[in-house]
T-cell receptor
Framework: AAGVIQSPRHLIKEKRETATLKCYPI?????VYWYQQGPGQDPQFLIS???????DKGSIPDRFSAQQFSDYHSELNMSSLELGDSALYFC????????????FGPGTRLTVT | AQSVSQHNHHVILSEAASLELGCNYS??????LFWYVQYPGQHLQLLLK??????LVKGIKGFEAEFIKSKFSFNLRKPSVQWSDTAEYFC?????????FGKGNQVVVIP
């Protein structure tokens, strides 16, 4: 079965650079969620989109922005990267009408040096 | 806002031992509860979930969890662990469509 796809899987950036993470939800899923998991930490909710509109916002820094496109894929844009942004960024998706269970992607491991 | 508390962050046990991981949640609305497993270097995988009905839910790989509403708990159990169960386990509660995770339990099973 198709799963959530995230790219790139690994990304190394320097401080103050920008990064773009991409998430492709499971086909026909219309809601996308982004989570950040720091080293040794639990995943923290960042932001979510439903039908291309932001549906909920968590602890996402102002330096970050995200959007969902017409094909339902989502991109997380991160600017002025800081060392503390080094983390695993998960994307999850849910199908229409049933938002209870979120299906997670493999994550993008971002390292800021 | 919802929150989840997990204790005993590091658990070491031998193969064939029984495992129980505690999870307490706080949320004022209808709860949807989950246990996720994260194997080393891998993404989160759903072990089991509770939405309603029978409070004892069975998941994959021999895991089960019991929802006790009066105790705001959703503890995970496995009667006999295997080396391959070495992983991090996260309890999560869904509220307002977002998931709130606990700090996780790092479980190491010694062969």
């Amino acid at each position: 079965a198709a799963g959530v796809i995230q790219s790139p899987r690994h990304l190394i950036k320097e401080k103050r650079e920008t990064a773009t993470l991409k998430c492709y939800p499971i086909p026909r899923h219309d809601t996308v969620y982004w989570y950040q998991q720091g080293p040794g930490q639990d995943p923290q909710f960042l932001i979510s989109f439903y039908e291309k509109m932001q549906s909920d916002k968590g602890s996402i820094p102002d330096r970050f922005s995200a959007q969902q496109f017409s094909d339902y894929h989502s991109e997380l844009n991160m600017s002025s990267l800081e060392l503390g942004d080094s983390a695993l960024y998960f994307c999850a998706s849910t199908p229409p009408g049933v938002s209870y269970e979120q299906y997670f992607g493999p994550g993008t491991r971002l390292t800021v040096t | 806002a919802q929150s989840v508390s997990q204790h005993n962050h590091h658990v070491i046990l031998s193969e064939a031992a029984s495992l129980e991981l505690g999870c307490n949640y706080s949320y004022g609305g209808t709860v949807n509860l989950f246990w996720y497993v994260q194997y080393p270097g891998q993404h989160l995988q759903l072990l089991l979930k509770y939405f309603s009905g029978d409070p004892l839910v069975k998941g994959i790989k021999g895991f089960e969890a019991e929802f006790i509403k009066s105790k705001f708990s959703f503890n995970l159990r496995k009667p006999s662990v295997q080396w391959s169960d070495t992983a991090e386990y996260f309890c999560a509660v869904r509220g307002n469509n977002r998931l709130a995770f606990g700090k996780g339990n790092q479980v190491v099973v010694i062969p």
